[in-house]
């Protein structure tokens, strides 16, 4: 059985940092693609940053390049989402997922695509 168990979230004021982890059970990180999606109040789900299971391959939206950094522990079987210089736009609940098209990542569409989902971690950036 496929489990995904995010955490690290938490209250940030704008310019700090946070580190999500995101634990899998049930498969291999080298089974599927695996990211991160986040949904803000009355927002689409939308795609942050994901890696490619094939080749390593990162993908990031535009919004959390630069300051967004994705990496996985296959000995640990978890994933990461290291979140610096935090914005109160980045403000969500965030949510790890796996088996899904990378490079389709920042299509508007892309959480359609999810085969398998994280409970969600709220993620609150404000002074």
């Known amino acids: 059985q496929v489990q995904l168990v995010e955490s690290g979230g938490g209250l940030v004021q704008p310019g700090g940092s946070l580190r999500l982890s995101c634990a899998a059970s049930?498969?291999?990180?080298?089974?599927?693609?695996i990211g991160w999606f986040r949904q803000a109040p009355g927002e689409e789900r939308e795609g942050v940053s994901c890696?490619?299971?094939?080749?390593?391959?990162?993908y990031y939206a535009e919004s959390v390049k630069g300051r967004f950094t994705i990496s996985r522990d296959n000995a640990k079987n978890t994933l990461y989402l290291q979140m610096d210089n935090l914005k109160p736009e980045d403000t969500a609940v965030y949510y790890c997922?796996?088996?899904?098209?990378?490079?389709?990542?920042?299509?508007?569409?892309?959480?359609?695509?999810?085969?398998?989902w994280g409970q969600g971690t709220q993620v609150t950036v404000s002074s």
């Open positions: 049930g498969f291999t990180l080298d089974d599927y693609p």
């Open positions: 997922a796996a088996d899904f098209p990378p490079h389709l990542l920042i299509r508007p569409w892309a959480s359609t695509l999810v085969t398998y």
């Open positions: 890696i490619s299971n094939r080749d390593g391959s990162t």
